[in-house]
Nanobody, 115 residues
Framework: QVQLVESGGGLVQPGGSLRLSCKAS????????MGWYRQAPGKQRELVAT???????NYADSAKGRFTISKDNAKNTVYLQMNSLKPGDTAIYSC?????????WGQGTQVTVSS
């Protein structure tokens, strides 16, 4: 089993920044992809960004140029640096880890962008 614990969400004004963290624990395999997804009220969950064990990254168009995904292998932690936040970024952000053809999810952290 894999456990994912997110932190770093909160309330921020438009134009502000937040850094989300997701720490993985449990039975972890070296070949994996970790990522962040978000779900706004009334909308489907959507990809934000992913990063492979080799460091390759993928971003949603809405995240390109504003968000940066990174990881610390020694800490089994993935980060999402979010800059220039907009009200449209308001959502529950969930961490995902894919390994051995299985998906694991964190509990989610609320990000609210509002003045």
């Amino acid at each position: 089993q894999v456990q994912l614990v997110e932190s770093g969400g909160g309330l921020v004004q438009p134009g502000g920044s937040l850094r989300l963290s997701c720490k993985a624990s449990g039975i972890l395999f070296s070949i994996n992809t970790m990522g962040w997804y978000r779900q706004a009220p009334g909308k489907q969950r959507e990809l934000v960004a992913t990063i492979t064990n080799g460091g390759s990254t993928n971003y949603a168009d809405s995240a390109k140029g504003r968000f940066t995904i990174s990881k610390d292998n020694a800490k089994n932690t993935v980060y999402l640096q979010m800059n220039s936040l907009k009200p449209g970024d308001t959502a529950i952000y969930s961490c995902n880890r894919r390994q051995q053809l299985r998906d694991y999810w964190g509990q989610g952290t609320q990000v609210t962008v509002s003045s």
